[in-house]
């Protein structure tokens, strides 16, 4: 999920979220914001970029959240933005 669509086509991978296209999708109604939502608490996503720290300005709140309690961030860079990982699943206690 990139919200740089440029990072994804330099590392050869393809990309199934376009962030901008998503949030707009998301403000008109076009795309239920529960799918996406139903994806980040599954941990769908192997990686996210976004710009900011806590999330995209293009995204709802709700969705930044979803990918605040489900991921973190890992490397960082100046000019990339910011990168998450899905947090571990800790085991239950036996």
Known sequence: MC??????????????VDVFNTGQKLKTGALDEQE????LETHYFAIIQV?????????????NKQIQ???EIRP????SGVF???IA????AV
């Open 69 to 71: 309690a489900n991921y």
């Open 76 to 79: 960082s860079s100046r000019t």
């Open 84 to 86: 998450l990982l899905p």
């Open 51 to 63: 710009g900011e720290r806590y999330g995209s300005p293009s995204l709802s709140g709700s969705v």
């Open 3 to 16: 919200e740089d669509l440029a990072l994804c086509y330099w590392a050869e991978k393809s990309f199934e």
């Open 36 to 39: 996406l939502t139903k994806l």
């Open 89 to 92: 699943m800790q085991k239950a």
